[in-house]
């Protein structure tokens, strides 16, 4: 450390040459340190065709430098017994340039835990890269670069990686432990490799039991290291703000896997049924998905719908596409005209689900294994909490002027502001 110190000061970088162990007690006792530039390297043309293409590495420009420091263990002291200083090439003296030498690359060992901390909350190399740079007063006096902190990160992940369902269940025995009402389920193959996993936490399902009036539910790729798509309950609590009911984790989205997770949702919640589910169909047609959103923005009434269903048949001369008859059979279940006498005015699309979604990509990154993705659903549920708590203590705590005064308006604004799906005075709010 001490002469890796000396040469950064300097200007060269140091590698470790030949050492000597003691036959006294087997420790070594010789060390010879050397400049990085020490020996001289090989001619390219001599040299014979790797086999297979390799990475294209830049090779250091080696001088034969005669620069060294050797050193012998004498008791419990070290001692320098021989030193050469001259170099045979120059010496880099920009100070932001010293740092990309060999051995004054890496991360301090007193900065790798706040590395570590800000990995945790998914920030990338580049953003951890601007922090440190306002630490140090600029980029330039970084003693790495962002290559360094993304390799560090992936070496994080790789130490989790061989045991990362075993940190997951872990994990979910400690919720279960502190919250006895946390609930857990997974599914494995034929190759006893889990395609399927279930959470939900206390809390969620106690709002649910509030709560159940509509949920919505889509599923979202690229969230971790498996492809395994994410698929998320959402509701809407009495501030219309967006919650998270439940999460689950699909290998393959076929029928079978939906209905366990169906099944395990009913299970978590008791029962207990929504009164309302909105989900995408996937009919694997364009056309057809383009239909539905056309079809759930419009306000037609059943009889238009009925008639455009058939002009568009046979516009396009579709009537013995599958997909199409399949959808048809179903509109019950997607066209407003057909289920308008039910409300749930704040949720009606998918659009809460996907607008989740956005919000879970600026937590989780492809490269995330399932524990660090739970550890950061963990932190986006804490923030719909303290969202929650922040506008529950505006209800009760403050209150807003109307536009006038009459009566009425205060009636009405009491509960609308709270999103109570009741009727004023005998007013329905679907009229």
Same mark, same amino acid.
């Given at each position: 450390?001490?002469?890796?110190?000396?040469?950064?000061?300097?200007?060269?970088?140091?590698?470790? &040459?030949?050492?000597?162990?003691?036959?006294?007690?087997?420790?070594? %006792?010789?060390?010879?340190?050397?400049? /990085?530039?020490?020996?001289?390297?090989?001619?390219?043309?001599?040299?014979?065709?790797?086999?297979?293409?390799?990475?294209?590495? &830049?090779?250091?420009?080696?001088?034969?430098?005669?620069?060294?420091?050797?050193?012998?263990?004498?008791?419990?002291?070290?001692?320098?017994?021989?030193?050469?200083?001259?170099?045979?090439?120059?010496?880099?003296?920009?100070?932001?340039?010293?740092?990309?030498?060999?051995?004054?690359?890496?991360?301090?060992?007193?900065?790798?835990?706040?590395?570590?901390?800000?990995?945790?909350?998914?920030?990338?190399?580049?953003?951890?890269?601007?922090?440190?740079?306002?630490?140090?007063?600029?980029?330039?006096?970084?003693?790495?670069?962002?290559?360094?902190?993304?390799?560090?990160?992936?070496?994080?992940?790789?130490?989790?990686?061989?045991?990362?369902?075993?940190?997951?269940?872990?994990?979910?025995?400690?919720?279960?432990?502190?919250?006895?009402?946390?609930?857990?389920?997974?599914?494995?193959?034929?190759?006893?490799?889990? %395609?399927?996993?279930?959470?939900?936490?206390?809390?969620?399902?106690?709002?649910?039991?509030?709560?159940?009036?509509?949920?919505?539910?889509?599923?979202?790729?690229?969230?971790?290291?498996?492809?395994?798509?994410?698929?998320?309950?959402?509701?809407?609590?009495?501030?219309?703000?967006?919650?998270?009911?439940?999460?689950?984790?699909?290998?393959?989205?076929?029928?079978?896997?939906?209905?366990?997770?169906?099944?395990?949702?009913?299970?978590?919640?008791?029962?207990?049924?929504?009164?309302?589910?909105?989900?995408?169909?996937?009919?694997?047609?364009?056309?057809?998905?383009?239909?539905?959103?056309?079809?759930?923005?419009?306000?037609? /009434?059943?009889?238009?719908?009925?008639?455009?269903?058939?002009?568009?048949?046979?516009?396009?001369?579709?009537? %013995?596409?599958?997909?199409?008859?399949?959808?048809?059979?179903?509109?019950?279940?997607?066209?407003?005209?057909?289920?308008?006498?039910?409300?749930?005015?704040?949720?009606?699309?998918?659009?809460?689900?996907?607008?989740?979604?956005?919000?879970?990509?600026?937590?989780?990154?492809?490269?995330?294994?399932?524990?660090?993705?739970?550890?950061?659903?963990?932190?986006?549920?804490?923030?719909?909490?303290?969202?929650?708590?922040?506008?529950?203590?505006?209800?009760?705590?403050?209150?807003?002027?109307?536009?006038? %005064?009459?009566?009425?308006?205060?009636?009405?604004?009491?509960?609308?502001?709270?999103?109570?799906?009741?009727?004023?005075?005998?007013?329905?709010?679907?009229?």
């Amino acid at each position: 450390m001490h002469y890796n110190k000396y040469a950064k000061m300097v200007g060269f970088s140091i590698k470790c &040459s030949t050492s000597k162990n003691s036959t006294l007690d087997g420790q070594k %006792d010789k060390q010879l340190f050397v400049c /990085s530039k020490s020996g001289k390297n090989a001619d390219i043309n001599e040299l014979e065709a790797p086999p297979v293409r390799q990475r294209n590495r &830049s090779i250091t420009k080696k001088t034969e430098c005669k620069a060294r420091l050797r050193i012998k263990r004498r008791g419990k002291k070290w001692h320098v017994t021989y030193f050469i200083e001259e170099h045979n090439h120059k010496l880099i003296k920009k100070f932001s340039l010293k740092k990309y030498l060999r051995s004054h690359k890496g991360i301090p060992k007193e900065e790798k835990d706040f590395v570590k901390l800000l990995h945790k909350v998914n920030l990338s190399a580049g953003r951890v890269m601007r922090i440190m740079g306002e630490v140090y007063g600029g980029l330039a006096n970084v003693p790495y670069d962002s290559k360094d902190v993304s390799n560090y990160m992936a070496k994080i992940d790789e130490e989790h990686a061989h045991k990362d369902m075993s940190m997951l269940l872990a994990h979910f025995a400690r919720m279960k432990k502190e919250d006895p009402n946390f609930y857990f389920n997974l599914h494995t193959d034929h190759a006893d490799k889990v %395609d399927r996993i279930f959470w939900v936490d206390g809390p969620a399902i106690a709002a649910y039991k509030n709560y159940s009036d509509c949920l919505s539910f889509d599923t979202t790729y690229i969230t971790n290291m498996y492809n395994m798509p994410f698929a998320p309950f959402i509701g809407i609590n009495r501030y219309c703000q967006t919650i998270q009911l439940g999460c689950g984790f699909l290998k393959n989205e076929n029928i079978e896997s939906f209905e366990w997770l169906f099944k395990e949702f009913l299970e978590a919640m008791g029962g207990v049924q929504p009164d309302n589910f909105i989900t995408r169909p996937r009919c694997g047609n364009e056309m057809c998905n383009s239909l539905i959103i056309t079809t759930l923005l419009s306000t037609m /009434s059943i009889e238009e719908f009925e008639s455009r269903w058939a002009e568009m048949i046979f516009k396009h001369d579709v009537a %013995d596409n599958t997909n199409l008859s399949d959808l048809y059979k179903i509109r019950a279940t997607f066209v407003p005209a057909y289920f308008k006498d039910r409300f749930f005015p704040f949720l009606q699309t998918t659009a809460r689900s996907e607008g989740f979604n956005a919000v879970l990509k600026s937590y989780v990154d492809p490269h995330n294994n399932l524990h660090h993705f739970f550890e950061q659903y963990l932190k986006l549920q804490e923030k719909i909490d303290v969202a929650e708590d922040s506008v529950e203590f505006k209800d009760e705590d403050k209150t807003v002027r109307v536009w006038g %005064d009459y009566p009425f308006g205060r009636a009405s604004f009491d509960r609308c502001i709270r999103c109570q799906y009741t009727s004023v005075s005998g007013l329905s709010f679907g009229k």
